[in-house]
Every structure is written in structure tokens, then in C-alpha cells.
């Protein structure tokens, strides 16, 4: 089966502009995460979505992000206006099971690293 | 505040070496921890999974331990190879009424030398 496919795969942007990411779940999977690595530090979850629905978004940072997933297919995150400390790279995961939100069954995407400059 | 810990931030062996790799977590109520693989430049790959009652999960030459007592794992590598160079992430997740956001370490780069 494919895997979950992120692009672009890097970004480079100006401070202030806006950049979006796209994120194509393992087809059938209803649940779809966002992760998001800083440099130097560890992975943290940004949002979850269950279908179309947010299911819990309280590892966004800030208003500047936006996550849509419109007809429970694929996502996006958007950016805007993008600022230095955005710099990371940023993970799709999908996965079946919503248990304990799904890490029985995480599959990751290869990450967009997005770089602001 | 949950927590997880890993050790040593970094590792070089020589190929063939085994290794073992620690976890440290304060993630409170456990649900289950799993390890991840994580190659450069792609998504973090699970390689084992533990719920609270296991103790020790091998896939290959990879075996992890759990002590839910103390809260720890470890991940033992045994006969290491060129293509174990990556960096291991130890996930912990909580149960069903927590948070259910799983918990990342930073994880351990490891380089195998031939």
C-alpha cells in the first residue's frame, strides 16, 4: 500500500509569507496527526484529526497555523505569516485505530522541512 | 509534566557490535511505549510496541525491555549493521483519560562504523 506522502518535501520561505503543507494519508485511514520537530528538540504533536473533524488541537501553537482536512481525504497546514521559530521539519501520521490516538498503528510521512528565513 | 528521557544523545559501534540504547519516561498513566527507528531525511518507523503488562518485545535484532516499575526501557541492538545508523526515538503514550498525546523523546543518533 503507499505510505503517507508529504510535500514539498523542504521549504525555504521569507519571515512573513505564507507557505502550506500537504499531507496524503495511507488511503482508509480516518485518523491523521500532525507533528512538528524543532531543531535540537523532540517531536511534539500539533493536531488530530478524525475524518474531517478536529479532534484535539491544543499542540498548535498559535493562530498562524490553520489545519484543514476537507472531505476526510487529505490535509494542510498553513502558515501565515511565517516567523523564524516555525523553522522544523513538520510530520504527517495516519493511522486506523484512534485508540490512545492511534499509536497502535502510526504510519509517518517523510516530513516537509520548512525552513524561515 | 510528562517526560521522556533517552541516553546517550549519540552512540558510534563498530559494525557488529551490539548496543543498547536507555529510555527514561514520568509519562503517568502508562498506556504503552514503543520505539521507533528513524532514518535520515525520512518519518520515524515503529519497531516495537509495549503495553504494561510485557516486559521484553524483539523484532529481529532489535529487543526492547520495559520495567513499568521504575520507568524505564531500553533498546538492545544486537550484531549492528551499516543500516542501523539512524536515530531512535522512545515514544511513551498515556491511557485512555489522560491526555492521549504520546510523548516523544529527542531520541539517540546512532552511527555504525565499518
Known amino acids: 500500500e503507499a505510505g503517507v506522502t508529504q510535500f514539498p518535501s523542504h521549504s525555504v520561505i521569507e519571515k512573513g509569507q505564507t507557505v502550506t503543507l500537504r499531507c496524503d494519508p495511507i488511503?482508509?485511514?480516518?485518523?491523521l496527526y500532525w507533528y512538528r520537530r524543532v531543531m535540537g528538540k523532540e517531536i511534539k504533536f500539533l493536531l488530530h484529526f478524525v475524518k474531517e473533524s478536529k479532534q484535539d488541537e491544543s499542540g498548535m501553537p498559535n493562530n498562524r497555523f490553520l489545519a484543514e482536512r476537507t472531505g476526510g481525504t487529505y490535509s494542510t497546514l498553513k502558515v501565515q505569516p511565517a516567523e523564524l521559530e516555525d523553522s522544523g521539519v513538520y510530520f504527517c501520521?495516519?493511522?486506523?485505530?484512534?485508540?490512545?490516538?492511534?499509536?497502535?498503528?502510526?504510519?509517518f510521512g517523510s516530513g516537509t522541512r520548512l525552513t524561515v528565513v | 509534566k510528562n517526560q521522556v528521557e533517552q541516553s546517550p544523545q549519540s552512540l558510534i559501534i563498530l559494525e557488529g557490535k551490539n548496543c543498547t540504547l536507555q529510555c527514561n519516561y514520568t509519562v503517568s498513566p502508562f498506556s504503552n511505549l514503543r520505539w521507533y527507528k528513524q532514518d535520515t531525511g525520512r518519518g520515524p518507523v515503529s519497531l516495537t510496541i509495549m503495553t504494561f503488562s510485557e516486559n521484553t518485545k524483539s523484532n529481529g535484532r532489535y529487543t526492547a525491555t520495559l520495567d513499568a516499575d521504575t520507568k524505564q526501557s531500553s533498546l538492545h541492538i544486537t550484531a549492528s549493521q551499516l543500516s542501523d545508523s539512524a536515530s531512535y526515538i522512545c515514544v511513551v503514550s498515556q491511557l485512555p483519560g489522560g491526555s492521549y498525546i504520546p510523548t516523544f523523546g529527542r531520541g539517540t543518533s546512532l552511527i555504525v562504523h565499518p
Open positions: 501520521a495516519s493511522s486506523q485505530d484512534s485508540r490512545d490516538r492511534g499509536n497502535y498503528g502510526y504510519t
Open positions: 488511503s482508509g485511514h480516518d485518523n
